[in-house]
């Protein structure tokens, strides 16, 4: 494929950084075969962040002729605490309801969940053996202790958080993860930014090249708040990045925060609630959930999207996201008629997922995940 076209399918919405489009650009024009990896932790329900978000860019990857991989990590699940720190849970939810939900999900997006390469970390670990914890420490020695507990946002921690010397191993492990799988394209949410710098800094002397790195959007969670907002909005006026950082936490859509997330097998009437709640300030577009589903999730691929009037009973086609942000910040639009028709697409775009999980083969895979009282 052309280079132009991978460079353009790479930096397609929602990615929002790539470390380094240089280094990306070499990659391309001397035809240096790319290596993708997106890892994940194995904890509850898959939502529209992890799915679809995620799963876009998977999918772009594999459109632009990229062998892709998904990393299940299931001893950083353990580190983290997730599903009650149980190893066999992890592992059972790993290769069950998780791996499942991305494979529906890639389908939403166009891609082909039959062309992944899913490795779970311990058989990585296994087949690594001694090399990787060579990698490991070598990795240890180009970094400090101050700088390990600030990458803490990967794991979805804020510094002070950190309980035990495991979580500082985490940080580390996912450099070497890297390596291991024999990458050279680090996929993640912008949340995951420390740990890829680290990688880009040391994989000269560690690995023998650097990788590249690339960030897609983060999406909103239904519960911010005006203040939260704000505050966010003041910390990109300065130019505040630690703050930006760490307050990502605090808006990204999380399935720790069940009130924050839609879930991609969630019912019509179960998305329509959520998204009824949600957080949508009038004329307000930047950290405005709503608004941010219709960006990253229903203009994507399709552009064309109908808001009904409650007001005048009209209805309205937009054939652009642009279309909508500039009718939206004049007041054209309601936030309950945008809630509404939101709401009603979304449903219909999950509707593959929800068959599979609730009338499908997946039914066994939330039967587990209810045995186990996975939220």
Not at 72 to 93: C, E, F, M, P, Q
Not at 228 to 241: D, W
Not at 296 to 321: A, G, H, M, P
Not at 345 to 365: D, M, V
Request: charged share 30%; with cysteine; hydrophobic share 40%.
């Amino acid at each position: 494929m052309d280079p132009a076209k991978i460079m353009e399918l790479i930096q397609k919405s929602p990615t929002e950084e790539i470390l380094t489009e240089k280094r990306l650009q070499e990659y391309l024009e001397e035809g240096k075969k790319l290596k993708h990896y997106i890892g994940f932790e194995i904890s509850g329900f898959v939502h529209l962040g992890t799915g679809l978000i995620c799963m876009q860019k998977v999918a772009d990857f594999q459109k632009a002729g990229i062998d892709v991989t998904i990393f299940l990590a299931d001893y950083h699940s353990w580190i983290n605490k997730k599903l009650g720190g149980d190893l066999t849970v992890i592992r059972k939810i790993a290769n069950g309801y998780f791996k499942e939900a991305l494979k529906q999900s890639l389908k939403i997006e166009g891609g082909d969940p039959e062309k992944v390469r899913y490795v779970l970390g311990s058989e990585l670990y296994e087949k690594a053996g001694v090399g990787y914890l060579e990698t490991l420490i070598k990795i240890s020695t180009k970094t400090t202790l101050s700088r390990i507990r600030r990458s803490s946002a990967i794991m979805g921690r804020k510094e002070g958080e950190i309980v035990n010397f495991a979580q500082l191993i985490y940080p580390i492990m996912q450099v070497a993860d890297l390596f291991a799988l024999d990458v050279n394209l680090a996929q993640g949410g912008t949340d995951q930014r420390k740990a890829h710098v680290l990688a880009l800094e040391v994989g000269e002397e560690i690995a023998g090249y650097e990788p590249v790195a690339v960030h897609n959007h983060l999406l909103a969670g239904m519960h911010i708040t005006e203040s939260i907002r704000q505050k966010i909005l003041k910390a990109k006026e300065e130019g505040n990045r630690e703050l930006l950082e760490e307050s990502i936490m605090d808006i990204k859509m999380s399935k720790s925060k069940p009130e924050s997330a839609i879930f991609i097998h969630d019912s019509p009437e179960d998305i329509k609630t959520k998204i009824e709640k949600a957080f949508c300030p009038a004329k307000e577009v930047e950290l405005n959930p709503v608004m941010e589903i219709a960006k990253y999730i229903l203009f994507r691929d399709e552009e064309e999207f109908e808001v009904f009037n409650s007001k005048t009973q009209e209805r309205k086609i937009f054939n652009s996201y642009q279309e909508l942000e500039k009718d939206y910040q004049e007041g054209k639009v309601h936030p309950a008629d945008l809630k509404l028709a939101v709401s009603t697409k979304l449903a219909k775009l999950l509707e593959p997922a929800r068959k599979y999980f609730l009338e499908g083969p997946g039914k066994k895979y939330l039967e587990e995940m209810k045995e186990i009282n996975i939220k």
